[in-house]
């Protein structure tokens, strides 16, 4: 099957551009399938780029407390902790609900 894109191209940058491209790469990318590709290939179609200040930092915490949360259900399954199976799974389900929302506002902003 051929590739959709099959045009290539490359790109060199000054220090000081690759540095300043770089970070408003970082601030644009809320989601993990944003790679600087699809960025470039945004800006350079003129699609509009929504930055929402402290949506990747927020997106980041949710992660971190999702993982956390899975280290606790790892050791109730495992039979370390006694109490509170259910409401933690419950909390583990929708903090799932809500990055996995999130994840979707992220793509339909980008």
């Known amino acids: 099957m051929a590739r959709k894109r099959n045009r290539e191209i490359h790109l060199y940058l ?4 690759y540095d300043i491209f770089i970070s ?5 990318m809320v989601s993990p399938t ?5 960025y470039i290939r ?3 179609l003129d699609k509009e780029i929504t930055v929402i200040p402290g949506l990747r ?3 980041r915490y949710l992660v971190d407390v999702i ?3 899975n280290k606790i259900n790892r050791k109730i399954l495992d039979g370390d902790v006694k109490d509170a199976g259910n409401y933690l799974e419950k909390i583990n389900d929708t903090i ?3 990055y996995e929302d999130l994840i ?3 793509r339909k902003i980008l």
């Open 34 to 38: 944003i790679t600087k590709s699809s």
């Open 104 to 106: 979707k506002i992220s």
């Open 57 to 59: 930092d927020f997106n």
């Open 24 to 28: 408003k790469f970082s601030e644009a």
């Open 96 to 98: 799932l609900n809500i």
């Open 42 to 44: 945004k800006c350079v």
């Open 67 to 69: 993982d956390e949360l």
């Open 14 to 17: 000054s220090d000081s551009e």
